[in-house]
């Protein structure tokens, strides 16, 4: 019961880490591994709960519009055609660096406003997240170990 709490903690913690909310995940991952939790467990949970996070900013996005962008953001027209480039011209790819600090909340929300592929979306955003998440487990494991 416990087990499963903790595993729900870190799926809830990770979801908020990778919305708008300033939120840190990495803390409880590293504290279920270093109490012996499964690291397989922890990996695809956080990484579950990441992925959904941020698939939840590029919902957001999705359903913004342009006229909203420029009254309530205050971002100038030409500032989103240069973002519009830049998507155009890495696509769903970008979904990839959506785990950084600060610029992936960004990045899934600009990925959505501009309708990139959600399937190609969600499979770079989850390869990246899970990324990240092995190498924060490998890295603890390790440093555990020595």
């Known amino acids: 019961m416990i087990t499963s709490l903790t595993y729900a903690g870190l799926f809830a913690s990770s979801f908020l880490a990778a919305t708008l909310l300033p939120f840190s995940s990495e803390a409880l991952l590293v504290a279920l591994l270093l109490t012996e939790h499964s690291p397989m467990y922890c990996v695809i949970t956080a990484t579950l709960g990441n992925g959904l996070g941020g698939m939840s900013s590029y919902g957001l996005g999705y359903l913004g519009n342009m006229a909203w962008i420029e009254r309530y953001l205050r971002i100038e027209a030409e500032r989103i055609e240069r973002a519009r480039t830049h998507i155009a011209r890495f696509g769903s790819l970008l979904a990839f660096l959506s785990w950084l600090p600060v610029v992936g909340d960004v990045i899934a929300v600009a ?26 487990t490998i890295y603890t494991l390790y440093q555990k170990q020595a």
């Open 111 to 136: 990925l959505g406003f501009f309708k990139v592929r959600p399937v190609g979306v969600a499979i770079y955003m989850f390869a990246g997240k899970a990324l990240r998440y092995i190498l924060i």
